[in-house]
């Protein structure tokens, strides 16, 4: 699944199917959104945080968008990680006008988004990979009024949030 990036974002849905993209008709969200995060798979989908709707989330049954619980943090440009039903959005940018990097992370149980242990060095974006039990961020930038690349990476678990060292990254 994608969302299509243009201006104010769009409301459209995209599937792929192995080998092209294509629009699905009966599954428009009834905002445009941009920058947005996915968790999950093409069937079971959570929507992640995204201008200019930053604190709006959605899941997505393989057919049609439904609004979920609102994150407890307006934030854009946030790292996701997990499943469905399982998920972990964590870092981003503050809203306009300051665009701060932010450290906090929420987790999804399904039902409602809780935060979670902090990050040790705010960012946006970033590499993520993992389960809502065992999960990593990596990279990532500050934003506006300079970038700032970050090379570090953060381990989550369920109990802890640590900065480790991976040779050769």
């Known amino acids: 699944i994608r969302d299509r990036h243009g201006g104010g974002g769009s409301p459209t849905t995209e ?8 629009t699905s008709t009966n599954a428009s969200l009834s905002y445009g959104q941009y920058d947005a995060q996915m968790i999950g798979t093409q069937n079971d989908t959570v929507k992640g945080v995204g201008a200019p709707q930053q604190a709006n989330a959605a899941h997505y049954d393989g057919t049609s968008w439904s609004a979920i619980n609102p994150y407890s943090n307006s934030a854009t440009s946030r790292a996701g990680f997990g499943s469905a039903n399982a998920a972990i959005y964590a870092g981003g940018c503050s809203p306009s006008p300051s665009g701060a990097e ?6 999804y149980n399904g039902l ?10 705010g960012r946006a974006y970033g590499f993520r990979a993992g389960t809502q039990g065992s999960g990593m961020l990596s ?9 700032t690349v970050y090379a570090n990476t953060e381990q989550y678990t369920t109990t802890a949030l640590a900065t480790v060292e991976i040779d050769g990254v």
């Open 112 to 121: 409602a988004w809780s935060q979670a242990s902090q990050l040790g060095q």
């Open 15 to 22: 599937e792929w199917n192995g080998t092209n993209w294509s």
């Open 102 to 107: 932010i450290t906090i992370s929420e987790e």
């Open 139 to 147: 990279g990532g930038s500050k934003g506006h009024p300079g970038i």
